[in-house]
């Protein structure tokens, strides 16, 4: 059976993504107990259901601790298990709940009391600390600059991926909207030439010939593709070797959309034919 289980910060995304696994045919629960999740496989796949999909947050409490331990248990009989965890900046969330004027799970005042300042804000660091045990347990999406429908395409994506061995996920992002929380390693490019300052080039990406065409022909743009390659190739069986199915490898450039988007696109070509790859543009809108 295909196990996705969704976790994060209450605010993240959770119930967009439990909502994308349902039409996409999985069985959702939310909020379950995790020690409850091995009797719910184990019933489901007497029923014949080949997919399930459950939303595990800080409301479990204790039995968060649990589940490492039930995750390796279920894969040990053979499912496919996949955890997705959702993140935010803590600022980000604030205006969420703002916005929409829900209570934090694990606040017990109104939320009409809930202020950036106030108990608010240590609901979120609470439900952090909680969320510890879990959180480098699979693969992490950063919420906090995601439209609703880019963050539907990555989790389609997420899912639809073969889970064989290490996937290699390169990010490209700018700097002035922030590092992305799911980061594994990050490396910056803003030192290369920059498209940005061709007239030309300007409302043009990374993916745009023009702009293909003006930094391939960078003897520095080449090497700094070469050097990240050559450091991803040396430590990649060092991260395989402490379990990780995901690694998340951040392109950062100055606004997301020349320098870091052809570099993380161009290393996607280079690992394609080893391993499991993945690439987001986090800045780019056309990608929603």
Known sequence: MKIVLITGVSGSGKSLALNVLEDAGYYCVDNLPSRFLPDLAA?????????????I??????SLADLPPIIGGLRRFGHDVRVLF??????????????TRRRHPLSSLPTDTM????SLVE??????????????????????NLRASALRRWIKEFVQQEHAGLTLMFESF????????????????????NPYYDIQLRPLTGRDQPVIDFLSAIPEVAEMIDDIANYLHKWLPSFMRDNRSYLTVAIGC???QHRSVYIAQTLRERFVAESSVLVRHREMRDED
């Open 254 to 256: 100055t606004g997301g």
């Open 43 to 55: 019933y489901l796949g007497s029923q014949n259901y080949d997919r399930l999909a459950v939303a």
């Open 57 to 62: 947050d800080a409301r479990s409490g204790g």
């Open 115 to 118: 202020t950036p300042t106030g």
């Open 174 to 193: 700018g700097f002035k909207h922030g590092v992305p929380l799911d980061a594994d390693l990050v490396f910056d490019v803003r030192s290369l030439p």
């Open 86 to 99: 959702l993140n935010a900046t803590t600022q980000t969330l604030v205006q969420r709940f703002s916005e």
């Open 123 to 144: 609901a979120i660091e609470k439900e952090r600390e909680l969320l510890n045990s879990v959180t480098e347990l699979g693969h992490q999406i950063d919420t906090s």
